[in-house]
């Protein structure tokens, strides 16, 4: 495993959060998680306290989708840690609706939660992030491959990839690397009572997920910058968009 680091994780208190601090606290990293939900946070505060684990992990309420609130965070980790090694953005949001039944205030919402989120967390960790700094970022391959009536969620999150490759260009100078992992459905326990019709051998076990984040903020992951790291399992979307299975799939061959 490679060497601990010090960290500020944003977005901890959603459905990854457990699983990836778990991740990074088994490599024995310190960090600061933030969500906007005090009790939230301090549910995730009480397990990682029983997790136990060769880290540490200290908990701040803090919105930061808002530059006070990111730069407040940022600095508090620095402080706390005497410096920052990384970023793990987990902040995000998920909806769907066709255009037409879709206010722009959705779109508005997603693109603030998915993709300005992103830039204002980095803005605000980017002064105090050491050389050999890992930033992480959560995208989709619904950017790629678009499925009707999900064009805020898409869209948002292809501005978040398309940002994330051109703003790693910018970083990698200063030996800093960004970094996003792609999913599709990731198993949690939220997931589950909300599909309990999804068959889970089609969803990714959130521990994969968090073994990619511990990867990408680890030195194993030094020789990347602006990678995009499907972690998809066996989920498949399927679409008209698509054209369907090729004729005859899926019947037996004579
Ligand atoms: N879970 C999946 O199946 C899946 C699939 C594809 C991509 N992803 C992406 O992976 C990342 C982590 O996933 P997740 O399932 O852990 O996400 P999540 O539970 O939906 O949300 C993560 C956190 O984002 C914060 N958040 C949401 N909207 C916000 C807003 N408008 N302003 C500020 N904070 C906001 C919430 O923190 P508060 O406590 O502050 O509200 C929440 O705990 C996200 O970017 C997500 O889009 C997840």
Same mark, same amino acid.
């Given at each position: ?14 459905r990854l959060?457990?699983a ?42 803090? $919105? ?14 620095? /402080?706390?840690?005497? !410096?920052? $090694? !990384?970023?793990?953005? #987990?902040?995000?949001?998920f /909806?769907v609706?066709?255009?037409? #039944?879709?206010?722009?205030? /959705?779109?508005? $919402? ?15 960790? #980017? ?6 700094? @890992? ?5 989709t391959p619904l950017? $790629?491959e678009?499925l009707?009536?999900m ?5 948002? @999150? ?13 970083? @990698?100078?200063? !030996? ?5 992992i792609s999913l599709t459905l990731v198993e949690t326990p939220e997931m589950r009572k909300e599909m309990p019709h999804v068959d889970p051998a089609l969803t990714v076990d959130a521990e994969l997920v968090?073994?990619a ?17 499907p972690v998809v399992g066996k989920f498949g979307f399927s679409s008209?968009?698509a054209?369907?299975p090729?004729?005859?799939a899926g019947?037996?061959?004579?």
């Amino acid at each position: 495993m490679s060497a601990p680091r010090s960290m500020l994780v944003t977005g901890a208190t959603g459905r990854l959060g457990p699983a990836s601090v778990r991740a990074l606290l088994e490599r024995g990293d310190r960090l600061l998680l933030t969500g906007r939900n005090e009790a939230r946070l301090a549910e995730l505060a009480e397990s990682t306290a029983a997790f136990g684990g060769p880290g540490e992990a200290a908990v701040l309420v803090a $919105d930061t989708t808002r530059p006070d609130g990111a730069q407040h965070a940022a600095a508090e980790a620095a /402080s706390r840690f005497g !410096g920052l $090694d !990384g970023l793990v953005h #987990l902040v995000g949001s998920f /909806s769907v609706g066709p255009l037409m #039944l879709t206010d722009v205030s /959705s779109y508005e $919402d997603l693109l603030r939660a998915n993709f300005l989120s992103a830039v204002v967390a980095t803005q605000a960790v #980017l002064p105090h992030l050491t050389e050999g700094g @890992k930033l992480v970022y959560f995208g989709t391959p619904l950017a $790629d491959e678009p499925l009707a009536a999900m064009s805020s969620y898409a869209a948002s @999150k292809a501005a978040l990839i398309t940002w994330m490759r051109s703003m790693a260009h910018e970083v @990698k100078n200063r !030996g800093i690397h960004a970094n996003a992992i792609s999913l599709t459905l990731v198993e949690t326990p939220e997931m589950r009572k909300e599909m309990p019709h999804v068959d889970p051998a089609l969803t990714v076990d959130a521990e994969l997920v968090a073994r990619a984040v511990r990867f990408l903020t680890g030195e194993d992951s030094d020789g990347m910058y602006g990678s995009v790291i499907p972690v998809v399992g066996k989920f498949g979307f399927s679409s008209a968009l698509a054209g369907g299975p090729p004729p005859g799939a899926g019947r037996p061959s004579r």
